[in-house]
């Protein structure tokens, strides 16, 4: 497994999993392609699911199908999982609940597999405590952004004892999901941009709102932050 990579900003450990190819979720998406040729997704427009999970297919020359609201003008994110190889379906209306029926009616009658929201899978916790302990870094306090809670679990089991935070980006968030960790609601809407850039490559619409709250809330000693995905190409 590749260790991570740590920077310092204002005073915090930022891990940098931009710069793994993918992202975070890269690091585990692999499972999903286990015995079977197509894995299908359906995500949110500026969801960083989607350029994992293209990533990780095109390097096992395996099939990634995201199921994504239509737009206009396609998200970046989504324009970069399309040039990485992964076929897009973009649906109208685009509320996330239909694009998962859609997603799920797709994989009935054509037998590929479903990735669970957020990916969601046995071996996620287990690879992003691993990485997490490759760092070489012992936090007091964690923080990251938190959609369906994947990370922060992960977290969790590579440092028990640290306090731990999460900020809400998107549905609401439960104690257990996030292993006990301290959640802050970022007030904006997923789809919003955050109100001011990281000092290093942060997604606008998640990592960068995580990174908002946790300068303005971290509390002492040696604090970590996880920024999870790269930034896509407009």
């Known amino acids: 497994m590749t260790a991570p990579i740590l920077e310092m900003h204002h005073g915090i450990a930022v891990l940098r999993d931009d710069l793994f190819p993918g992202g975070t979720k ?10 079977v040729q197509e894995a299908v997704y359906a995500s949110p427009p500026e969801g960083g699911a989607q350029t994992a999970i293209a990533t990780v297919a095109r390097r096992l020359g395996k099939r990634a199908t995201i199921f994504v609201a239509a ?3 396609p998200h970046p994110r ?3 999982a399309a040039r990485l190889g992964a076929k897009v379906v973009p649906i109208s209306p685009g509320y996330l609940s239909v694009v998962q029926s859609r997603a799920r009616e797709y994989c009935r009658n054509t037998g590929a597999s479903l990735i669970p929201f957020g990916a969601e899978i046995p071996a996620a ?4 405590a691993a990485a997490a302990r490759l760092a070489g ?11 369906s809670g994947v990370l922060a679990r992960g977290l969790a089991a590579a440092w028990p004892k640290a306090r731990r935070h999460v900020v809400q980006i998107g549905r609401d968030l439960t104690p257990r ?7 802050h ?11 001011q850039a990281a000092p290093f490559p942060a997604d606008p619409h998640y990592d960068a709102k995580a990174w908002e709250l946790c300068l303005a809330k971290r509390g002492p000693g040696r604090v970590l932050f996880w920024n999870v995905a790269p930034l896509s190409s407009p």
């Open 125 to 128: 916790v287990e690879a992003i």
């Open 177 to 183: 999901e996030v292993a006990g960790a301290t959640i």
């Open 26 to 35: 890269a690091r585990f998406i692999a499972h999903v392609f286990d015995g």
């Open 71 to 73: 737009r206009t003008r």
């Open 137 to 147: 870094f012992d936090p007091e306090e964690v923080w990251c952004a938190a959609g």
């Open 78 to 80: 989504t324009l970069e």
């Open 185 to 195: 609601v970022h007030p904006r809407k997923f789809s919003d941009r955050a109100a």
